[in-house]
């Protein structure tokens, strides 16, 4: 064990989200347990690329590095995933980092997933609880029903599902999985059930729930294991009974 | 007994998709692009806009807001027309198609009395354009549209429903060139005088490159319908769990062997 070992890495770059992207080649010494974050931050301290050059530090993001926040994600050897549990010692090498090609890039590997956020908020993921006064407590969610829903509150809006469906690109306004889910865990729970009719609208709007061309990419994706595709199929049995509601009328709001 | 289902079997089908072919057109002679999206009040829209995530919508009815979500959000509406003509009538029209050539494979001369019997159906015109000419023209159109919209990425994720997906893209855009390849060839060659009969098909397929293209084009067709009433399933929130998909696409292998083994007796018992 005399010679060091090495880790080769190749990096797609971009300097501004309007130029041209370049590739550029690292070589790091060998750490045991060094994961893609880690060799991102050694090269950041010491900014030098495989032919000796200095360069600058590559730009990426990142925040809980545990694989909760979702803000790491590009793709690793063409898969997109987190960076922070991606694993050298579990990486074919030379290791591709590339930056998620659905997102605007900001620079490097650091993507903008505002449009994500957008989407949460046109499908109005959320529950209202607001009101003039004290609205009082809401009903009770059954146990079994909140372990449920927990699977689908694991959503860190990390944007893999969007990669990797044929149907998020350039030429279409789909809103991708990762809202649609979102939709369905508000509509499960006993408060926010309550609007169940706008949201299942606004995802019936266009850019929503019909762009679904059934992939399933995004449920073998999702690093949280989120069932995408159970609940993108539950939504078409919604809104189908929404329609029907919405066209024919219905004593019901 | 076959005339009286053939006859109302017809029927029944015109009146669902009449209905279903007025419901876009209905929606779509109202101009709402003016009106408030809560309340469909006449008022300008840019004020609204900002402050669009509001939750008082209650105060309109479900009504008035699904004629607001079909006018304003039409997508909804051709997509799930698309799905639906795929199924009824065209693919209902496929598998009959399909099963009456196979008379093909008994004789001559049932083939021929039985092409003859379709063809001396009442309103014929009036069958094969609501039957058959405008759900076809609109689910290509929009199924052309629908295939050039995605960006298929089967060698990053190569995972078998991804690959239905591209399929089902591919085998749309092969079927519909086969499609106007044959109706030009045999319908459009009828208004023309022609007579279509066991000869023009055995004449057809005499040639082994016809042959071949109608194979590809024939199992591309069957394999469309068959994948398309999987994710017809899907599309209208039948198969929900991931068990009964998975069963559904056994079913779907199942119409797909069954109705090829169909297709493939008749065009070889034309040679
Ligand atoms: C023999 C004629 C045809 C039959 C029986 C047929 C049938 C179907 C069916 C049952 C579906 C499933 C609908 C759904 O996903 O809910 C479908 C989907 C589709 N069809 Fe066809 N189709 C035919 C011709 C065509 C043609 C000529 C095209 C033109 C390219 C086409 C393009 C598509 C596309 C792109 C889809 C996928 C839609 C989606 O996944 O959202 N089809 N078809
Ligand atoms: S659904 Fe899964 S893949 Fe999609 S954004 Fe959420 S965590 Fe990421
Ligand atoms: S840094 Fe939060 S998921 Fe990787």
């Given amino acids: ?253 | 007994m076959t005339l009286w289902f053939f006859q109302n079997f017809f029927h029944i089908s015109i009146f669902s998709v009449s209905v279903f072919l007025t419901v876009p057109l209905y929606e779509s002679k109202m101009d709402l692009s003016q009106y408030c999206k809560k309340c469909l009040l006449f008022l300008p829209m840019e004020r609204l806009e900002t402050n669009s995530s509001v939750f008082d919508l209650d105060i309109i009815s479900n009504y008035q807001r699904g004629v607001y979500i079909m006018a304003q959000n039409r997508e909804f509406v051709w997509r799930r027309l698309h799905s639906l003509l795929g199924v009824i009538p065209i693919g209902v029209f496929l598998i009959q198609h399909l099963v009456v050539n196979h008379f093909a494979a008994i004789s001559e001369e049932a083939f021929n009395n039985a092409a003859h019997f379709m063809e001396s159906l009442p309103f014929r015109i009036f069958l094969e354009v609501f039957i058959i000419y405008l759900p076809i023209l609109f689910h290509a159109i929009y199924g052309i549209y629908i295939a050039f919209t995605a960006k298929n990425n089967t060698s990053r994720f190569g995972y078998f429903r991804n690959w239905m997906f591209k399929l089902q893209r591919w085998t749309g855009v092969i079927t519909l060139i086969f499609i106007a390849w044959h109706v030009w060839e045999t319908r459009i060659a009828a208004a023309f005088g022609a007579e279509v009969n066991f000869n023009m098909m055995a004449d057809i397929l005499a040639s082994p490159f016809m042959f071949a293209f109608y194979v590809v084009g024939v199992l591309s067709a069957i394999f469309h319908f068959a994948n398309g009433l999987w994710s017809f399933l899907v599309s209208w929130g039948i198969t929900v769990s991931p068990r009964s998909q998975v069963i559904a696409t056994y079913f779907s292998i199942g119409v797909f062997v069954i109705v090829s083994t169909i297709a493939i007796r008749a065009l070889v018992a034309f040679i």
């Fill in chain 1, 1 to 253: 064990m005399a010679e060091n070992k090495t880790v080769r890495f190749i990096i797609t770059r971009q300097d501004t989200p309007d130029s041209a992207s370049y590739e550029e080649e690292f070589v790091l010494d060998y750490r045991p347990g060094m994961n893609v974050i880690s060799a991102l931050m050694e090269i950041r301290r010491n900014p030098v690329n495989a032919k000796g050059e200095k360069t600058t530090p590559i730009s990426w993001d990142m925040n809980c590095l545990e694989e909760v926040c979702g803000a790491c994600s590009m793709n690793i050897n063409g898969k997109p995933r987190q960076s922070c549990s991606a694993l050298v010692d579990q990486l074919e090498q030379p290791i591709r980092l590339a930056p998620m090609s659905t997102f605007p890039i900001i620079r490097d590997l650091q993507v903008d997933r505002s449009r994500m956020f957008d989407s949460l908020k046109r499908v109005k993921a959320w529950i209202p609880i607001d009101g003039t006064y004290d609205l009082g407590p809401g009903p009770r969610m059954p146990e079994r029903k909140r372990q449920w829903a927990y699977e689908l509150s694991k959503c860190m809006t990390c944007g893999v599902c969007l990669e990797a469906c044929p149907n998020v690109n350039s030429k279409s306004d789909f809103i991708g999985p990762a809202p649609l889910s979102q939709v369905r865990l508000f509509n499960a729970h006993p408060t926010g059930e309550m609007n169940k009719a706008e949201r299942l609208e606004a995802i019936m709007g266009d850019g929503g729930l019909t762009n679904c061309g059934n992939s399933q990419n995004c449920v073998q994706s999702c690093p949280k294991g989120i069932p995408l595709t159970t609940s993108i199929a539950a939504l078409n049995r919604d809104t189908s009974i929404q329609a029907f509601k919405n066209f024919f009328g219905s004593d019901q709001i």
